[in-house]
DNA sequence: CGTCCGCTTGACTCAGATCAAACTTGGTGG
DNA sequence: CCACCAAGTTTGATCTGAGTCAAGCGGACG
C-alpha cells in the first residue's frame, strides 16, 4: 500500500491553490497533511541568519512534508510553484488510525526504508562529476527489466533531479543517442 | 530513542571486518542488520547492464541499510572502506520486537521520516551550482542554535557530503573565514 | 620510527553553466 | 475553431569556476 492509498482511505478533502499562494508558513502549527495531485509546491526555510534556503520541491504523486506527522509546528513554508491540486487530511486521523493499525504502520515504515534508499542513491549519484556518467548511473538506477526508463515527468524535471541545467541534460542526452548507447522515444528512454 | 538504542536494546552482537572486506554481496538473504559503530563501508550495485554504481557510504553511528529490514535479499554489495566494527542482529529479532510495540514502532517512523527531510534537503544543496553558497547554506541548515557546527566528522567528510571535492571545499572555507563570514575552531566552525 | 591520512596550497584546464534565441506543444478563452 | 500564451525542448556561442594533478606539512597510530 502507497501513502497516497494511505491518505485515500481516510476520506481526504480536496483543495486547490493557485501559483504563488502559500500553504502553509513557517512556525504554524501543523494541523493537516497534504498529497500533491498535481502542480509543484516548493518548501523554503528561512534560517537563523535570515537567509533562505530551498529545502525541497515537492511534485504530482508525492507527499508534502511527511515529517510534519511528528511535529507541532512547521519548520518551513510551502508556495506553489504552480496551480495545485491537492488531497489534504487532519493530522492526528493518521496518527489515530497507524497506532490503531500497526499492519498499516509496518507498512508505512518499510515505504519510508525505500525513500532513504533512493534518496541516498540519487545523493551519491550527484556527487559523480561527468554529466554523461552521471545521467547513465541514473539509466542503471532507474530502469525496469526491459533496461527502458519510463516518463513520467518532464526531461527537464528529471535533469533536475540529477543536478544538471536542463541544456546539459539535453546535450548529453543527444550524444548518448547518437552514440548508439540509449534510444529515445516519446514517452520511455531504452538503455541499450 | 535512535535507532542506535533500539538496535542496543536487543543485545546485539559486535563484529569486526578489515578494510576491503565484504560484509554481504547482492542476492545474498538478509539475515542480519548492522549498526556501524566506527568505520566506513561502501554499498555498490551491479546494475543489470554489468556497471556497478555506488549507491551510498555508510559512516560510523549509522545504521546500514535499513531498507534490508523490509525485504528478502540484499540489492547491493557491502564492502569495507575501513576496518570497521559494527553491531549486527537478527532481522527478525527487530521486527517482531516492533510489532508487539507499537511505541516503537512509530518512533523509528519518525526517525525515518526526518531522515527523508534531511536528505533532501542535502539533495536540494547539491543543486545549487556555487561552492561559496553551498557551504553557506548547509551551515545555515546545520548550525545549532549558537550559530555554530560541532565538526563529528572530517572536514573532507563534509567536502563530500555536499558533493565537493575537499581541495575546493578548504578553499573556499578560507575565503569565507578572510571575508569574516564564519570562524574556524578546532572542533567547530561558527557563522558570524 | 615509519606509514597513512587529513589538511593545505598552487597552477592549469576544461566541462558544464550561462545567456540567448527559436521551435514545438498543449491548454485556455474568446 | 483559432489566437494566444506558457512551458518544455533544442541548439549555439561564450566563459568561468570547480575539478584535477601535484607537492608538502603534520598528527595519529601501530
Redo the contacts with the bound molecule.
Keep these: 500500500m502507497s501513502f497516497e492509498q494511505l491518505i485515500s482511505s481516510l476520506s481526504p478533502k480536496k483543495i486547490k491553490i493557485k501559483?504563488g499562494e502559500s500553504l502553509f508558513q513557517q512556525g504554524d502549527t501543523i494541523e493537516n497533511l497534504y498529497f500533491i495531485v498535481s502542480g509543484k509546491i516548493k518548501l523554503i526555510r528561512d534560517t537563523i541568519d535570515g537567509n533562505p534556503v530551498l529545502l525541497h520541491m515537492g511534485h504530482e504523486s508525492e507527499p508534502l512534508a511527511e515529517a510534519s506527522l511528528f511535529s507541532d509546528s512547521y519548520h518551513c513554508s510551502a508556495i506553489a510553484e504552480?496551480a495545485c491540486e491537492l488531497k489534504t487530511i487532519k493530522r492526528h486521523t493518521i496518527l489515530d488510525f497507524l497506532e490503531e493499525n500497526p499492519a498499516a504502520m509496518m507498512n508505512l515504515l518499510a515505504i519510508f526504508a525505500r525513500q532513504v534508499r533512493d534518496l541516498r542513491t540519487i545523493n551519491e549519484i550527484k556527487n559523480i562529476?561527468?554529466?554523461?556518467?552521471?545521467i547513465l548511473s541514473y539509466l542503471r538506477c532507474n530502469i525496469d527489466i526491459n533496461k527502458e526508463l519510463m516518463?513520467t515527468q518532464?526531461?527537464?524535471?528529471?535533469?533536475h533531479r540529477v543536478?544538471?541545467?536542463?541544456?546539459?541534460?539535453?546535450?548529453?542526452?543527444?550524444k548518448l543517442e547518437e552514440a548508439k548507447v540509449l534510444q529515445?522515444m516519446p514517452d520511455r528512454i531504452k538503455l541499450l
Design positions: 501559483k504552480s562529476r561527468s554529466a554523461n556518467e552521471r516518463l518532464t526531461l527537464k524535471d528529471i535533469a543536478g544538471l541545467t536542463h541544456e546539459t541534460f539535453y546535450r548529453e542526452l543527444k529515445r
